[in-house]
């Protein structure tokens, strides 16, 4: 235990039998035996080496912002993700580490009056966590803007362009290769200055009209294909044809299920597709109410929900 606590230090600070709540969005998640908070790129990819040679289980987070973890914790090296540099290079371009916030890219693109990041004002976590899920927000993504990921891989690390990196809709080879994302280059292109100011306060208050207040993981499923939808396509909303997607919140308030409360974790009122912890959610409220959400949703509408966040058990 001494002999590994000693390793981990070199790679970055470490912290031991430390509660992983306070480092999720969440705020659910019982102690982990060790958390290394890693700054420099080059250590990132050696710690996992050092790991998988060792034997020792390890897991990855970043800004927490995509992660329900278990109550009793995580028996194994947390590796949390904070390196930081982020830089504009020639060409409309964009490169940042894996631990760079996306709120940092997204600042850096408007101050270059660059566009094509505005959808992802307001999208919290890390560069690393959003090329994961491909995040995006306002039917533009992470894939559409990305020029190349440098991940590690079985004690590699080389570049992958867009194509190599399998994105598909909130997700990429890296949710099953066990690749670790060590950073990415944006392309971007110029733009004008008061367009993408207008974009981004304009999504701004679409994000945070209808966002709860308490701890969460953003949408705990993920929205359906429209072919999903079995019944005549004249009872959906015209925006859902227009944007080809059924979003979950509102299959899961068609359910009446919005306010739905098990122990300390509910249904969002604001929000059908937010599951909130309001009073010391365990993991176990929060699974609960995303298995009646499935069952509700299933029967009512033949659609199976499929979850965004990231669960670990
Ligand atoms: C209020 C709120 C609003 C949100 N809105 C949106 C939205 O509009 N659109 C959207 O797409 N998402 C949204 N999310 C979800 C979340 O912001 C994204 O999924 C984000 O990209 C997760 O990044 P993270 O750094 O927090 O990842 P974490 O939660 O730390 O990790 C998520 C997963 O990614 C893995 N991971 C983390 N870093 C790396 C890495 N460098 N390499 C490989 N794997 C890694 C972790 O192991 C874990 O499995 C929202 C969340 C909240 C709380």
């Given at each position: 235990m001494n002999g590994l606590y000693n390793e981990l230090k070199n790679f970055g600070q470490v912290k031991t039998n430390i509660l992983l709540a306070k480092f999720t969005t969440f705020k659910i998640g019982g102690p982990a035996k060790f958390l290394v908070e890693v700054t420099e790129s080059e250590k990132l990819g050696k710690l996992l080496t050092y790991l998988t040679s060792a034997g020792e289980d390890y897991f990855v987070l970043a800004g927490g912002s995509n992660l329900l973890l278990p109550?009793?914790?995580?028996d194994k090296v947390v590796v949390q993700v904070k390196t930081n540099k982020i830089e504009l290079l020639p060409d409309n371009q964009i490169f940042a580490d894996a631990g760079v916030q996306m709120a940092a890219v997204v600042g850096l693109a408007l101050k270059n009056n660059?566009?094509?990041?505005?959808?992802?004002?307001?999208?919290?976590?890390?560069v690393g966590g959003a090329v994961r899920g491909n995040a995006g927000a306002m039917g533009q993504d992470t894939w559409h803007v990305l020029k190349l990921v440098r991940a590690w891989q079985n004690n590699e690390t080389r570049d992958w362009t867009p194509d190599e990196c399998g994105f598909t809709y909130r997700s990429s080879a890296f949710k099953t290769n066990e690749a670790l994302v060590l950073s990415a280059i944006y392309q971007l292109q110029l733009g004008d200055r008061a367009q993408i100011t207008t974009a981004m306060q304009t999504y701004l208050k679409q994000r945070t009209g209808?966002?709860?207040?308490?701890?969460s993981a953003g949408s705990f499923f993920k929205n359906n294909d429209?072919?999903?939808?079995?019944?005549?396509?004249?009872?959906?909303?015209?925006l859902f044809i227009e944007r080809k997607k059924i979003p979950t919140g509102w299959l899961i308030e068609q359910c009446g299920l919005?306010?739905?409360?098990v122990g300390g974790a509910k249904i969002s009122d604001e929000h059908g597709n937010f599951l909130i912890?309001?009073?010391?959610?365990t993991q176990t409220d929060v699974l609960t109410i995303m298995e009646k959400a499935q069952t509700e949703v299933y029967n009512k509408f033949g659609i199976n929900l499929e979850p965004e966040v990231e669960i670990v058990s």
């Open positions: 109550d009793a914790g995580l660059l566009t094509g990041m505005e959808w992802g004002i307001g999208v919290p976590g890390s209808r966002y709860p207040s308490f701890p429209l072919d999903k939808w079995q019944k005549d396509l004249k009872e959906l909303p015209p919005a306010g739905y409360t912890n309001f009073d010391n959610a």
